[in-house]
Nanobody, 115 residues
Framework: QVQLVESGGGLVQPGGSLRLSCAASRSIFSFNTMGWHRQAPGKQRELVAR???????NYADSVKGRFTISRDNIKNTVYLQMNDLKPEDTAVYYC?????????WGQGTQVTVSS
């Protein structure tokens, strides 16, 4: 069972930047898709960004142009670069990986955007 561990969350002012990391315990080649979801208090968990094994990416409209997802197969790590952060980006961010027959989630990392 591959495990995913997120890091890089924290407190940042509006307009600031953070980079989240998702480290896998073994090779991520088996994941067809990896990405990030987020969940704010009282809200549904929502898709933020995802990247396919071939490098294709897509983003939620709310983060398009501000966030960038990348995948490093050598380091077995997925990143989420978050720029121009807004208070509405405040949430717990979860990393996930999807293979043909399994769905794996990390424990989450808190991102708080506040002045």
């Amino acid at each position: 069972q591959v495990q995913l561990v997120e890091s890089g969350g924290g407190l940042v002012q509006p307009g600031g930047s953070l980079r989240l990391s998702c480290a896998a315990s073994r090779s991520i080649f088996s994941f067809n898709t990896m990405g990030w979801h987020r969940q704010a208090p009282g809200k549904q968990r929502e898709l933020v960004a995802r990247v396919w094994s071939g490098g294709s990416r897509n983003y939620a409209d709310s983060v398009k142009g501000r966030f960038t997802i990348s995948r490093d197969n050598i380091k077995n790590t997925v990143y989420l670069q978050m720029n121009d952060l807004k208070p509405e980006d405040t949430a717990v961010y979860y990393c996930y990986g999807l293979s043909a027959n399994a769905e794996t989630w990390g424990q989450g990392t808190q991102v708080t955007v506040s002045s």
